[in-house]
């Protein structure tokens, strides 16, 4: 089955309270389909519900006012503000921040829907103490994250059209504050355009003019009493104040002010910086700008991923388990909304986690929780990496992270026994993140063979509210999900390195991986051989110098095997007569060393930048295929989908995204398409180098996708 429509929850509260008809939501879910939009747009879109009736009603639902498109359209929004609420969060939350009360610390935006996760989200990302989100058509808060953050002065006109917008301006100007719609849950923003400060009213009048604030004229001010008052505490948000600064290393920038995460959704009091700052302490901001902090922060954790790539190269099973722990781990603090210092120290508690816990045991918090033996090794130990690293200028957070890695959601781990959100927000998703890796990166844990992602995200929420973060399982399985989604999409391609050095080889394997590409690597011209008869290679980089025949024997050997496969020659041998050979024999490029990774990467794309992607294999108990045909059809794909399951094989042909054909069993076509959208379990593989012949189905993806529903749900 397809995934559920977000905000689907309004459609089961209309049909509750009599307000949604039958046709009217199929007309409702049909839309939503086609445009692929949240439950509310599709009702204003499908007709449903007028936008004005629609708001009210969800005011009233989430229990707070709601900003019309049209007014919402003319707010003008200090860029200070937006500076509270990243794009990059703006965008995936679906919010834009309108509004700062800056004497309670107050950060109004505007959403779709109020929930309390999005609330706290927000409330960390941006440093404020409260935030109340008010309602306002999806569409809408796009259109003001474009208009905001992006400068589209246009953004709007496909919602509320010139016409409509100068009509608005003129009934605002005759009525007052509350234009055409004229109810005191609505937030007026009119007379934006003529504020030189930041505001949603006139000068320090607020937004609907007069002594109000909010409401404008004789109607009460919202929330008065509570948060939005008398309108004068409105204006742009002031920098931070620089408290005294600790002893010890240099502060962090105002950027990288101490987060007030309070995880399992976001986190508070999240102080990070030098080995002598604490949770909450003042400290005081840098000298450097934002963008150099941040760029000393990567150029370190850079350094650091190629040091623990270098020493974990000899633990077998374990190889690059730190790097993918590290990841992950990043992967949910940028999800979470933890960024700068906070997120910096995380990362390197990520990648350290492991150095110098010597024993038999690899202890994750799953092991540690239980095992024994796995217990009594990680209380004799999991103070070492904090002994090791603590006399260094490392974050706080990153030992704090360390030394309370195996304590236990229900308090029932070590060394302080701390529960629920009492643990370190650093700890708990360093724990997940190792153990999601561990489940998945070898067969030497508690299942005894490698999981699928979809199996260890089931294994790691067998133990939410034991173990670990019931939040941080369920965001797990959004990243898991989505990290499938990214492979179906991606064009993945596989690069070959032939060099007898590790030392050589490790630092192109790191940056060849993250420009994209899958690598693997051989040490001499035999295991080369064997690799590229064996796999899909799509570009070798190889010395010419390897044990077991030289890179130019390579080179024939490949040719003879009736391969196309373009070979890079990196090498020590810069002779004029070997470069000659090289080029003689067909080599794509050849190289010396010291050749510049960032060089060796540009040759390798310049190189593959034309021809169809790799392609990718999954299990349906990863992605149900109703969801692998979506994403594709999104994606524009071209291409033969597999599916292989106890009751047989099937194909489904793809171009540019639209289901071309489609065979399973005796069936040919549509029928055949609606037959495997029943498969449940079995698994699935993408080819794009297949171009689909004569075209067999006429109907688009989304008709086809909710046909298969109403078939399956109708037995």
């Not at 509270?84 to 309670?104: D, E, F, H, N, T």
């Not at 706290?120 to 809408?140: C, D, F, N």
């Not at 994750?364 to 103070?383: D, F, I, K, P």
């Not at 067909?586 to 021809?611: F, I, N, T, W």
Request: glycine share 10%.
């Amino acid at each position: 089955m397809s995934q559920p429509l977000e905000g689907g929850e309004i459609l089961d509260a209309l049909r509750a309270r009599g307000l949604l008809t039958d046709d009217q939501l199929r007309l409702t879910m049909a839309e939503a389909q086609r445009s692929h939009v949240r439950a509310e747009e599709a009702l204003i879109v499908s007709g449903a519900f007028p936008e004005a009736d629609l708001l009210k009603w969800l005011a009233a639902h989430h229990r707070t006012q709601f900003v019309s498109t049209e007014k919402l359209s003319r707010a003008n929004v200090d860029r200070q503000l937006l500076r509270m609420v990243p794009r990059q969060l703006a965008q995936r939350l679906g919010v834009c921040p309108i509004l700062w009360k800056q004497s309670s610390g107050t950060l109004a935006v505007v959403a779709p829907a109020a929930t309390a996760a999005l609330e706290e989200q927000v409330r960390a990302s941006s440093g404020a103490q409260r935030v109340q989100v008010l309602i306002a058509r999806p569409a809408a808060v796009r259109a003001a994250i474009a208009k905001h953050y992006d400068g589209d002065a246009r953004a709007f006109v496909p919602l509320v059209g010139e016409r409509a917008r100068k009509k608005k301006r003129a009934s605002a100007a005759e009525t007052g504050s509350f234009g055409a719609l004229g109810d005191a849950n609505s937030i007026p923003l009119d007379g934006f355009e003529d504020i030189d400060d930041f505001g949603f009213g006139g000068g320090a009048q607020g937004f609907g003019g007069g002594a109000q604030g909010f409401a404008g004229g004789a109607t009460p001010a919202f929330g008065a009493g509570a948060g939005f008052g008398a309108s004068p505490d409105f204006a742009a948000p002031a920098a931070k104040p620089a408290p005294a600064p600790p002893p010890g290393p240099p502060p962090p920038s105002p950027e990288s002010t101490p987060l007030v995460i309070s995880a399992p959704d976001i986190m508070a009091g999240l102080a990070i910086g030098g080995t002598d700052s604490s949770p909450g302490e003042a400290r005081a901001p840098s000298s450097h700008p934002p963008e150099a902090m941040a760029s000393e922060r990567e150029a370190y954790l850079d350094m650091l991923h190629v040091m623990v790539t270098l020493i974990e190269r000899d633990r077998k099973e374990l190889k690059d388990h730190s790097v993918e722990v590290a990841r992950l781990t990043g992967e949910l603090c940028d999800r979470l909304g933890i960024r700068g210092e906070a997120r910096h120290g995380i990362v390197i508690a990520a990648y350290i986690h492991d150095i110098g816990k010597s024993g038999n045991y690899h202890l994750t918090a799953l092991n540690v929780s239980r095992y024994e033996g796995h217990r009594a090794q990680a209380q004799r130990s999991y103070g070492t990496p904090g002994r090791l690293f603590g006399g260094t200028k490392i974050p706080k957070v990153t030992l704090e992270t360390l030394d309370h890695l195996y304590e236990r959601w229900d308090g029932t781990g070590f060394p302080g026994k701390l529960a629920g959100k009492d643990i370190p927000l650093g700890a708990r998703i360093v724990a997940i993140a190792e153990t999601f890796a561990d489940l998945t990166g070898h067969d030497k844990n508690p299942y005894r063979r490698v999981l699928q992602p979809a199996e260890a995200v089931n294994a790691v929420q067998g133990f939410a509210e034991t173990v670990f973060d019931p939040s941080l399982c369920r965001l797990l399985k959004e990243l898991a999900m989505g990290d499938l989604q990214k492979k179906l999409l991606a064009d993945r391609r596989t690069v070959l390195l032939v060099d007898p050095d590790p030392d050589e080889t490790t630092v192109l394997d790191i940056r060849l991986s993250s420009a994209g590409y899958d690598v693997q690597v051989a040490r001499d011209a035999r295991d080369a051989l064997q690799r590229v008869r064996e796999a899909d290679i799509d570009a070798i980089v190889s010395e010419v110098e390897l044990d077991g025949g030289s890179g130019f024997d390579l080179l024939r050997q490949i040719q003879g095997t009736g391969r196309s496969c373009p070979v890079l020659f990196v090498t020590t041998r810069g002779d004029r007569e070997s470069v000659n050979q090289g080029f003689a024999l067909g080599a794509a490029d050849y190289l010396m060393k010291p050749a510049s990774p960032e060089v060796v990467v540009a040759k390798v794309r310049q190189l593959l930048s034309k021809g169809a992607g790799r392609g990718i294999q999954g299990s349906l108990s990863e992605m149900a295929l109703p969801d692998v045909v979506q994403v594709l059809g999104n994606g524009r794909k071209t291409g033969k989908l597999t599916v292989r399951s106890r009751a047989g094989s099937g194909e489904i042909h793809f171009r540019e995204g639209h289901v071309w054909d489609s065979s399973f069993g005796s069936h040919r076509g549509e029928e055949a398409f609606y037959a495997l959208m029943r498969i449940r379990e079995g698994e699935f593989a993408l080819d794009p180098t297949l171009s689909p012949g004569a075209r067999l189905i006429e109907a688009p993806t989304e008709t086809l996708l909710l046909e298969a529903m109403r078939r399956i749900d109708e037995g």
